[in-house]
């Protein structure tokens, strides 16, 4: 048996993340720029209603700290662009939380609810289902039962530009074991 224990770091430095983390948090939001003023966290209409703080998720980013992917509060992002708008120095908080989602979702940390949106757009194109009820108010307008969507143009024609938006889109890691205990 060993006597070693494997060291747990809340905190961690650029070496610990994925090369392209920081570059693609930089490139896409000025995150740097950031003088923590909560102009953000004060435009946020989520975070009146919601855990969302924008400001300590964009200085949980400064610090390093990876527990931030982790933190279900990046989900509660409406991508409102309020604060993005409002920034006084154009840090471009969505984005860093969009960024946080793309590499929390790699790490298979996404929300059950986002979850489910990418099955029922795989499944039928959609991102809400659509019911029985509504397929027959389509057609009493003298509409489609279904709205069309990128799936209605599979048979015309090349869809190598459909097989590659599937292969980014669809392509979710599997549910972390947390959540299916839950």
Sequence with gaps: MSDVKEEHKEFM?????????????ERKSNIWKCIQCGTCTASC????WTALKTRNIVRKVVLGDLSVLDDPDI???TTCYQCYERCPRDVRPTDVIMELRNYATKRGNISPNHRAVVGYLKNTGHAVPINDEVKQ???????????PTLFKFKQE????D?????KYMFDLPPVKEEEKEE
């Design 162 to 166: 459909l097989k590659n938006f599937e």
């Design 13 to 25: 430095t650029d070496e610990d993340f994925d090369q392209e983390f920081f570059k693609n948090i």
């Design 45 to 48: 209409e989520s975070g009146r």
């Design 157 to 160: 024609g090349d869809d190598k």
């Design 137 to 147: 108010r389509r057609v009493e307008l003298g509409l489609e039962e279904l709205p």
């Design 75 to 77: 989900w509660l992002c």
